[in-house]
């Protein structure tokens, strides 16, 4: 047995963030389609469109966190530094 870790390839990687984008979307769709009945049932005397609105909103901010997931650049505030910078800071 060697303590050494494995590797982790590049297709389990893309995998577990594909994972963890699909759990968010269920999630984060069936909290905005709890708000919605709850607020239609309430407020707007059961009409639809608050669900419809509610379970849009859940998979809308899940759609932005997987996209922030599988491309970093779009965070804002983030700035990615080229190789050829970050080696010439580092030497110095």
Do not use: H
């Amino acid at each position: 047995m060697s303590s050494t870790p494995k590797p982790t390839s590049s297709e389990n990687i893309v995998a577990q963030k594909f994972d963890r984008c699909l759990a968010d979307l269920i999630v984060k769709s069936g909290v905005g389609f709890s708000a919605g009945v709850i607020a239609s049932v309430i407020l707007f005397r059961r009409r639809a469109w608050p669900v419809a609105l509610g379970t849009g909103f859940g998979a809308g901010m899940a759609y932005a966190d997987c996209d922030r997931s599988f491309n970093p650049a779009r965070i804002p505030g983030t700035r990615i530094i080229p190789y050829s910078e970050a080696k010439k800071e580092g030497s110095s």
